[in-house]
């Protein structure tokens, strides 16, 4: 019985040591924040920008690398759009319907990256976003720089489900970054020197 459980794990070990199939994985990021009234109902105008350099986010890994790519399944501006928004307004800002003369926030994604362990047996993998924010109004502005990394130790190469699980994790970790920061926070309520 123990050798056929040993065979079994061998086996699994050696089939994730071939070569990894490309991953489509869906952004849904819902960054924690408190729910204030620190924006006391002023517009903010949200702009979401995917300023990233490529369009995956990176290789599983594996043997063959430059084809086992993770890509985003979905409107990569859209989620952090739909994120930053419901962030702002549960904060008591009014992100959903601005006025004309609205606060302008420029939300790019600079990075979000996925990067594996060396060799054939993707057992660690390092997950990392950056994310620039610019709020302005006329003739003055405030801008904003996030970043959150984390390495992600596991015995088995991760699934499809565990890895949009990881990025989505990092993209939310960097937005309540931007959503929390107080200097931000001022500035977006009206306060020109946060």
Do not use: W
């Not at 606060?103 to 996925?114: A, H, I, K, N, P």
């Not at 991760?158 to 500035?187: G, H, Q, W, Y």
């Amino acid at each position: 019985m123990m050798s056929r459980t040993l065979l079994a794990l061998l086996s699994a070990t050696l089939l994730s040591a071939c070569g990894l199939s490309p991953q489509v994985v869906n952004l849904a990021p819902s960054p924690a924040v408190e729910s204030t009234n620190v924006g006391e109902n002023r517009p903010v105008s949200v702009l979401a920008r995917d300023a990233r350099e490529k369009d995956e986010f990176g290789s599983r890994g594996g043997i063959y690398p430059e084809t086992s790519l993770i890509r985003p399944g979905n409107d990569v501006p859209k989620a952090l759009y739909d994120a930053v928004t419901a962030g702002l307004q549960a904060q008591g800002f009014n992100a959903y319907n601005p006025t004309d003369d609205a606060t302008g926030l420029e939300v790019r994604l600079t990075e979000l990256s996925y990067t594996p362990g060396e060799g054939n047996l993707v057992n660690r993998v390092q997950v990392s976003a950056t994310v620039e924010a610019i709020a302005s109004r006329p003739q003055v502005e405030h801008t904003g720089r996030y970043q959150s990394s984390v390495t992600h130790d596991m015995p088995l190469t991760p699934s499809a489900s565990r890895n949009e699980e990881m990025i989505n994790d990092v993209l939310e970790r960097t937005l309540a970054r931007l959503l929390n920061d107080p200097k931000m926070l001022s500035f977006l309520a009206g306060n020109d020197e946060p």
